[in-house]
């Protein structure tokens, strides 16, 4: 499967946690930045984290504080707590591989996106 994979979505109650986790083939050429999006019903997708291959991580203001997105070799996972109503929402796993592209599959390959996991947070 070269296309993400997440897995973890929800329901839960506000307050509550929940860990998402996506599932990922790296070329080990490539150079990966991986992230989760997130789009709520008539809403934009938005960028919620990201992780890039040496571990820096970067997160959106409205998560700061209660998401942590963290790798190993082949699972990205978001631990999510203090989850809000407004976190609702259909989460997304991304893959983007960046230049130098040193080989022609990390070109091809270079934006991928999984099929989402949904997440509900009741208030």
């Known amino acids: 499967e070269v296309h993400p994979v997440e897995s973890g979505g929800g329901s839960v109650q506000a307050g509550g946690s929940l860990r998402l986790s996506c599932a990922v083939t790296?070329?080990?050429?490539?150079?990966?930045?991986m992230s989760w999006y997130r789009q709520a019903p008539g809403k934009e997708r938005e960028f919620v984290s990201g992780?890039?291959?040496?571990?820096a991580t970067t997160y959106a203001d409205f998560v700061k504080g209660r998401f942590s997105i963290a790798q190993d070799n082949a699972t990205i996972s978001l631990q999510m707590n203090s989850l809000k109503s407004e976190d609702t929402a259909m989460y997304f796993c991304?893959?983007?591989?960046?230049?130098?592209?040193?080989?022609?599959?990390?070109?091809?390959?270079?934006?991928?996106w999984g099929q989402g996991t949904q997440v509900t947070v009741s208030s």
């Open positions: 992780i890039d291959r040496d571990g």
């Open positions: 991304n893959s983007k591989s960046r230049p130098p592209y040193v080989d022609s599959y990390c070109y091809v390959h270079r934006d991928l």
């Open positions: 790296r070329h080990p050429y490539c150079i990966y930045t």
